[in-house]
């Protein structure tokens, strides 16, 4: 086929953005539109190619249109993000490796890291725990973001922690990233000034309208006991002995958060507004969780 033939990437755009319209998928695992995941998809399999200078009238060899047409076409029938399928998420402007052993990272907690905490944390931290850490990528973007934190990845999926050593070892972060396995803090050595955790905080009721895409998610990543509750309140109990004097508790909680700030009145929950869509975010210092304990 001479190359005036070819179908430029505007007008493969154009097609496979209506063809996901069409099929009614889902967005809000790396994207929230068809246009947005059409450019991701074809992007990304250009810049694999070698191919630098993307505009819309450039023509496409068939061998690639072959390839993307192959992933939006399983896109399409298995409902699967297009990160599995790319075994690429981004988040805080990086490249993560994931895969269906770990949720696609799109916790609003990113805008956070991105503002270094501000103005919640008064100076860098030195030791961050990220707690239900999955591939690792809140953890490793805190390390990338506090460039002298010493930062501990736990889970208690070990399928997770294969895909979090491999983020690890991606960003060449062995020497202060730790990955470790553990029953929320019930292994996790030591403290910290900073615990960060988006766990699971979805109820099974919940759970069971929830589009197809998720189902391709682990279960153990998303469904919580309890409507949602179980998790997030064990976190609550245990982070006060896992934090430093001054340290803090960033606890993600989605639309759970109503029910957990009714389940816990004690607690002087900070919930926090971001910029870029998401909710049910807190913040709670160690002497505010103490100040709840009993006598
Ligand atoms: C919502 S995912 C979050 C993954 C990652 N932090 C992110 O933001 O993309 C929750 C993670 O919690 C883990 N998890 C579930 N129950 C846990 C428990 N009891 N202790 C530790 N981790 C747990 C799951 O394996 C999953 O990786």
Redesign the pocket.
């Known amino acids: 086929m001479e190359p005036q033939q070819r179908i430029s990437a505007q007008q493969y755009l154009e097609r496979s953005a209506a063809r996901m319209e069409e099929a009614g998928l889902f967005f809000g695992h790396g994207t929230d539109n068809a246009w947005d995941e059409a450019c991701w998809l074809l992007e990304t399999l250009l810049k694999r190619d070698g191919v630098q200078d993307i505009h819309p009238d450039l023509p496409l060899s068939p061998a690639l249109v072959a390839q993307a047409d192959a992933m939006l076409a399983q896109r399409l029938s298995t409902r699967t993000p297009l990160a599995y399928l790319l075994r690429e998420a981004w988040f805080c402007g990086v490249p993560f490796y994931v895969d269906e052993r770990?949720?696609v990272?799109r916790?609003p907690i990113a805008e956070l890291i991105q503002a270094g905490f501000a103005p919640l944390l008064q100076q860098a931290p030195r030791r961050v725990l990220?707690l239900?850490?999955?591939?690792g990528?809140?953890g490793i973007a805190c390390a990338l973001a506090f460039e002298e934190a010493e930062v501990v990845l736990?889970?208690?999926?070990p399928e997770?922690l294969e895909v979090a050593r491999m983020n690890v070892a991606r960003f060449a972060l062995q020497n202060r990233v730790q990955v470790l396995q553990?029953?929320?803090c019930a292994a996790v050595p030591g403290r910290f000034d900073l615990i960060v955790s988006?766990?699971?905080y979805v109820a099974q009721d919940e759970y069971d309208t929830l589009p197809g895409e998720f189902k391709r998610e682990?279960v153990?990543?998303?469904v919580s006991a309890r409507e949602g509750l179980a998790?997030p309140l064990r976190i609550l109990d245990q982070a006060v002995d896992k934090l430093d004097p001054g340290g803090m508790l960033v606890l993600e909680t989605g639309a759970t958060w109503e029910l957990l700030a009714a389940t816990r009145p004690d607690l002087p929950f900070l919930w926090l507004e971001f910029e870029n869509g998401g909710e049910g975010v807190c913040a709670l210092t160690r002497e505010q969780l103490l100040a709840t304990l009993p006598p």
């Open positions: 770990v949720l990272p916790s990220d239900c850490a999955g591939g990528c809140i736990s889970d208690i999926s997770a553990s029953d929320l988006n766990p699971p682990p153990l990543g998303l998790i």
